[in-house]
C-alpha cells in the first residue's frame, strides 16, 4: 500500500522529442504527488508538483497529468532538450504522515543531440 | 541550488563504526527530513525533525538516530556501520510539515 510504482527504468527520446514518465500508486490516502530531478553527484530537485484536485499542472515544458481514479499520474518533458538527460523520480505523501516522502525507483532519461 | 548543505560531502568508514552526518537547513525553514539513498534506488525516509521533536520514522534500525539543534540544523549519527548502510544520505529542509522539501546535495558513505 506503500509502493510508487515508477516506470520506464530508462528512456532514450531524441532531442526535441516528448518525454514521458509513468506513475502508479495504491494508497488512495496518499495527497501530493512530487517529481523530482537528479543529476549525478547531486541532490533531488524539486521539479513540479500536484495535488489530486486537479488534473494537470504544466510549468514550462513540464507537465504533470493525474489520474485519481487510476491512481496514476506522468509526467511529460515536451521538446526535450540534451541538458534534461537525469534520472528523475516520481513521490507521494500524505498529509496525515508528516508528508514523508514514498519515491519511485527512478527513470534514468538520455536526451539524443 | 538549495539553501540545504551538508557536511561532509564525501565519508569512508570501517564496518562497526559510527559516523554522524550535519545539515544546514535552509533559512526560515522548520522541518527536516532524512533520505538513504542506496546506488540505483530512490531515496529511502529514515526520519523527520519539526521543531527539535522527531515527527516521524520509517523502517530503520535504532542505531539510526537523529538531533535538530534550536537554529533547525540536525544530525544523523549512525552506530556500528554495516556494509549495507553505504549510500547517499540526502537531508531535506521544508518552510513548514506541509510544504515542499528542499534536499541538499548528500553525503556519500561508504563503509568497508
Known amino acids: 500500500q506503500q509502493q510508487v510504482k515508477q516506470s520506464p527504468q530508462s528512456l532514450i527520446v531524441q532531442k526535441g522529442g516528448i518525454s514521458i514518465i509513468n506513475c502508479a500508486y495504491e494508497?488512495?490516502?496518499?495527497?501530493?504527488f512530487p517529481w523530482y530531478q537528479q543529476f549525478p553527484g547531486k541532490g533531488p530537485a524539486l521539479l513540479i508538483a500536484?495535488?489530486?484536485d486537479v488534473s494537470e499542472k504544466k510549468e514550462g515544458r513540464f507537465t504533470i497529468s493525474f489520474n485519481k481514479s487510476a491512481k496514476q499520474f506522468s509526467l511529460h518533458i515536451m521538446d526535450s532538450q540534451p541538458g534534461d538527460s537525469a534520472t528523475y523520480f516520481c513521490a507521494a505523501s500524505r498529509s496525515d504522515s508528516n508528508y514523508q516522502l514514498i519515491w519511485g525507483a527512478g527513470t534514468k532519461l538520455i536526451i539524443k543531440p | 541550488e538549495t539553501g540545504v548543505t551538508q557536511s561532509p560531502t564525501h565519508l569512508i568508514k570501517t564496518r562497526g563504526q559510527q559516523v554522524t552526518l550535519r545539515c544546514s537547513s535552509q533559512s526560515g525553514h522548520n522541518t527536516v527530513s532524512w533520505y538513504q539513498q542506496a546506488l540505483g534506488q530512490g531515496p529511502q525516509f529514515i526520519f523527520q525533525y519539526y521543531r527539535e521533536e522527531e515527527n516521524g520514522r520509517g523502517n530503520f534500525p535504532p542505531r539510526f538516530s537523529g538531533l535538530q539543534f534550536p537554529n533547525y540544523s540536525s544530525e544523523l549519527n549512525v552506530n556500528a556501520l554495516e556494509l549495507d548502510d553505504s549510500a547517499l544520505y540526502l537531508c531535506a529542509s521544508n518552510r513548514d510539515r506541509n510544504t515542499e522539501a528542499f534536499f541538499g546535495q548528500g553525503t556519500r558513505l561508504t563503509v568497508v
Open positions: 494508497n488512495t490516502a496518499f495527497d501530493y
Open positions: 500536484i495535488r489530486p
